[in-house]
Structure formats: structure tokens, C-alpha cells
């Protein structure tokens, strides 16, 4: 039973509009697909009448970016309820200044290759959170870098003249507004030194006595000796483990369901989550 926490639709930064997402996930053979697209919900009906449709489970989420004393933490809030909550006003708000920023870096780039921002807003989709990855994405079409990971490598790099800096909330912060959401919040790759530097044991512990409930450990980025330590933290803690992708669909090289959460971990995400329903396959 393969069960896929953590995917993107053309909602944030992937490929495929929600419901082609979760005609690719019952077509690999996914049981349940957990949507976690970037600071929006927008994309949760759409994947809900496909998901019916196709008999996938789905497990409806939203992916909040964050920073931990200037580290960037990705925190995944599953089951939340999106009305009225202050999660929701701030996933706004975060769209907006990532709005800003990539004009910001579009025009700072068209001053040294042929992209206009027109040209980056034509890469997203409709209602997409707008950021980086569209930059990527106009920078291939312009032919400038071959793909999305070799944009980042360099020319969209923190270390890079045309990046610009994302103004993000605390972690801590994040998780209460999780969990006053009816929420349940999961440390997403928690140990992704190639994505820069780590969170280290005092921002864990931070977030854990702010009440986060998971790591999601088995992840491409989260080297197998990280994994281990990742393991050791949840049993000492409490903690869900929960296993995922990170599926981009064409716009990063994860696959769907390369790695899975454990049946009984979704279980206990399930019963801990009083905001939105978990959708059964």
C-alpha cells in the first residue's frame, strides 16, 4: 500500500493541474496522495472529485514556508480547516510577498537574459503560488540552463546576485496556527543539507515542545544516516514518521510514490486531525 504524503500541483510549483496529478498517482498505483502544495489550498476540490473518481485516497494538505533563526523550514499541515484561520491569512499574505519577490527577481534577471516577467507569469498556472520555480522554468524555455535544477544550482541560488529573500513566520508560530486550525504539522525533509543548512537540536526541540506532530523521514533529501537520527528523535518524542515524494510532476526528478508512509502512521495523522476529513479511496 503506497501511501505519498507530500506532492505539488501547478496550485504551487508543479507540472500537472490537481486532478491530472491524481490520475498519474492511481495510474502508479498510489493508495493515497497527500496534496501539499505551496502557502494555498486552492487546488483541494479539483483533487477531491478526482480522487473520488479514481478511487485514490487524499490527504489534503498545504506546505508553509518558514525560518528558523534564518534557516528555511518547510512545514506541512495536513487536514487543517482553511476557514477563518489565521494559518489561512498568513498562506495568503506569504503569497503575496512571494508574488512581490519573484517579480523582484525577474527583473533583476531580465537585465542579464531574455525573460520578462509576462513570460514567468505565462509558466504558472492559474491561481499558482508564484516563486522561484516559475523563474526556473522561463530560463529553460529561454533556453538559458537545460532544467529546473540546474536554474537553481546557480542563477537561482540564496548565493546568487538576483536572489531575493523571502519574508517567512517562525516555525513555531506555524505550528500553533496548525494546530489551532484543527491541523496536524510535519517537519518536511528535515535534514536536507543540500538544500542548505539544517535546522539544529535546539530548533527541534523548539518545535516539538510547540507541539509539532511528525518528521517526515524518508525523503530524497534526508541523506539514510540522517533518516536514522530522524527515527530516533520521533520514537524519543512521540513523533508521526511519514514517508513522501515530493513529486513536482516534469519539474524536478522525484517520482510518485518513491517513498511511503506506513498505513498505521496515517492512521494516527488521521485520528489526531480534527479540521478537515481524511477522503478514503
Known amino acids: 500500500m503506497t501511501i505519498d504524503a507530500h506532492t505539488h500541483s501547478r496550485r504551487s510549483d508543479g507540472t500537472q493541474a490537481p486532478a491530472e496529478l ?3 498517482a492511481a495510474a502508479s498505483g498510489i493508495a493515497v496522495l497527500g496534496l501539499t502544495d505551496h502557502d ?3 487546488g483541494w476540490d479539483e483533487s477531491a472529485r478526482a480522487a473520488r473518481e479514481h478511487g485514490v485516497g487524499l490527504l489534503r494538505g498545504m506546505e508553509v514556508s518558514c525560518h528558523w533563526e534564518g534557516i528555511s523550514v518547510h512545514l506541512l499541515s495536513y487536514l487543517h480547516d482553511p476557514r477563518g484561520a489565521e494559518l489561512t491569512a498568513t498562506a495568503d499574505a506569504a503569497r503575496e510577498a512571494r508574488l512581490r519577490r519573484t517579480r523582484t527577481m525577474a527583473e533583476r534577471l531580465a537585465e542579464d537574459f531574455p525573460i520578462t516577467w509576462e513570460g ?3 509558466q504558472a498556472g492559474d491561481g499558482a503560488t508564484i516563486g522561484r520555480p516559475h523563474l526556473a522554468d522561463a530560463l529553460v524555455a529561454a533556453g538559458v540552463v537545460p532544467d529546473r535544477s540546474a536554474a537553481f544550482a546557480q542563477i537561482l541560488s540564496g548565493a546568487s546576485k538576483y536572489y531575493v529573500s523571502l519574508p517567512t513566520i517562525s516555525p513555531v508560530d506555524a505550528i500553533r496556527m496548525v494546530r489551532e486550525a484543527g491541523g496536524v504539522s510535519v517537519f518536511a525533509h528535515p535534514m536536507a543539507a543540500s538544500r542548505g543548512r539544517v ?3 535546539e530548533g527541534f526541540a523548539q518545535m516539538i515542545a510547540a507541539g509539532l506532530d511528525g518528521l517526515e523521514v524518508d525523503h530524497r533529501d534526508n ?3 540522517a533518516r536514522e537520527r530522524l527515527r530516533a528523535i520521533a520514537a524519543d518524542n512521540g513523533l508521526l514518521t511519514t514517508g ?3 513529486y513536482h510532476g516534469a519539474g524536478k526528478p ?3 510514490g518513491e517513498h511511503s508512509t506506513a498505513p498505521e502512521q496515517l492512521a494516527a495523522l488521521v485520528e489526531r486531525a480534527s479540521g478537515s476529513d481524511f477522503l478514503p479511496g
Open 22 to 24: 491524481i490520475a498519474d
Open 40 to 42: 494555498t489550498v486552492s
Open 120 to 122: 514567468v507569469r505565462a
Open 199 to 201: 535546522v539544529p537540536r
Open 223 to 225: 541523506p539514510p544516516e
Open 244 to 246: 513522501s515524494s515530493d
Open 254 to 256: 522525484n517520482r510518485l
